[in-house]
Structures are given as C-alpha cells and as structure tokens.
C-alpha cells in the first residue's frame, strides 16, 4: 500500500484492487500516464494535477488511463464553459446556503452495506421565490466536492434518492430541458463519482415525460442505474435496507433534518441571514437554451408519455430492480 492508499481500509483496498483494477505497485505510473496527456488539451487550464487529485479520475474510470484523462479535461472544462456557476462556489453564497438548508442535498449518516454515501432530494422543498435550480446543482457539486475527499467514497461511490412526493407541475415547469442537461454534463460526465444508483420514487407522470426529454444525453451505464419505484417503496427497500432510511422513505430511521448537512458544511454561519434574489443571478446557460428550452406544457408532456408509454429505467430488468454494487 502507498502514501496515496493510507485511506483505505483493507476490504476497501480489496474493492479497489479486485472492482477497479486498482495497483499499489503501479499506482504512482498510471497516475503520471493521465498526466502526461495533459499537454494534448493546451486549450483547458489544468487548475490542479497532484496525485491525489488525479486519483480520484481513475479510480471513478476503474483505471482506463484514456477514459480518466477525459473525464479530467471534461471536469475542467465544464467549469470553465459555465464560469458564472462557479463564482463563490462556498457554502455561504446566499443562494447555494438556501439550497442546504431546505435539503439539497440531504446526506444520510449511514452508509449503505455496500460502504456508498446515500444522499437525498426531497423536490418539494424547492422554494422558487428563494433560489433557482442552478443553486441546487451548484449545492450538490460543491457538497460532492467536499465528500469525494474521502478515500473510501471514492472507491465505493454515492446512491442518490429523489422523493418528488408534493411535486407540482408549476415547480416542474422550472425544469427545462437545457437546466436538466447542465446537471447531467455536470454529474455524470465532469464529475469522478460512482453513482451506484440513483432512485425515484413518488414521481408524477410529468417526471416520467422529462426524463423522456433527457433520456438521449444519458449514457446506457447511467439509464441502467436509475430505478422508478413510484408508489412502490418495497422495491426501493429491497435495494437499500430501510434500517437506514428515514422515515419519509418507508424506513426505520426519524424523520430526516433537512438542515443536517448545511449545519456540517457552514458550521458557525448557518444561523446568519442573507440578502438574495434569485433573478439576480444570470447564467450563461442561455446559450444552451437556444435548441433545448421549450416549457413543456401539459398536453405536450402527456404527448411524450403516451408516445414513449411507461418509462422503465432499468433495461431488460424489472422496475426497480438492478444490479446492488458498482460496476
């Protein structure tokens, strides 16, 4: 084991090694081979290439040097494409502090059986008269920044849970397709997290119609991960033990503090108040609404769901059932 492994435990060191591919005796060469590739994007700024920080590409790549240098170059890309969004990425940004304290994200202090941090979305906390949707996401990339420094996330990955219990079709309509794409390039091409799940339940039909919308910028590894359990909360227990859950979710656990997180990561300056107007905040994502921002109404979204029929997420599988550990 090396200085960049002191992290793990030994059946976290036995994952990386058996899941990942992950070596001790050539971990120092593979993570110099991503490096060295820098030099073929002199159009990205390399803002950070030490080992640890490469690591986490590889690791979230199972060690394909290619695929983890381009998810590097993507993840620096990203942010320099959408500058804005990453002003004052801190948790005291009136908007990102709003955000954590109504629960985006929720992080549940039990990790599932598989060593995966499970976070949480309950949709219907959105106050839209407080913060927007791009102050949701900027919330959970800088909340995900600050878990993945843990070694053994980084091996076993996250499982994300979306309630959209109380979910109205107004909130939704706050949904265009061109904000839902941002945080897919966001999460799952730019960010090196192993989602081993991400699971819906209590969706109303015009869910269903946007993930139809979004459906093609995903790739067949994320569509397979994503679970629809709707009212269903037993198919959901059956891939997460509801001993860990809180009791929103059918489990075990009390009702979860939506205020949880925001307290960890703003400690002190939780409690102190701030000025913030959502329309203020302009984004250069406007250029991605050119072809993708259309507000879907409801006989255009009913149109989708009756042309497509019932969504099912998990291919040739059941609905919401699927593969437990990462692959």
Known sequence: MTHLQAGLSPETLEKAKVELKENPDTLHQDIQEVRDMIITRPDI?????????????LRARKFNHFEAFRLLAQYFEYRQQNLDMFKNLKPTDPGIKQALKDGFPGVLSNLDKYGRKI?????????????????????ILLSLESMIEDQELQVNGFILIIDWSNFTFKQASRLTPSMLRLAIEGLQDSFPARFGGIHFVNQPWYIHALYTVIRPFLKDKTRKRIFMHGNNLNSLHQLIHPEILPSELGGMMPPYDMGTWARTLLDNAYDEEADYCPESYTLSVQDLEKDLDKHLS?????????????????GSQPRGRGPLGNT
Request: hydrophobic share 45%; no cysteine.
């Open 45 to 57: 700024g390399f803002l950070r290439t030490d080992d640890a920080f490469i690591l986490r590409f």
């Open 298 to 314: 409801p006989k255009t979204m009913k149109r989708w769901v009756n042309r497509h029929g019932d969504v099912s997420f998990s």
């Open 119 to 139: 976070l949480v979305l309950f949709a219907a906390n959105w106050d839209q008269s407080r913060y927007t949707f791009v102050d949701i996401l900027r919330a």
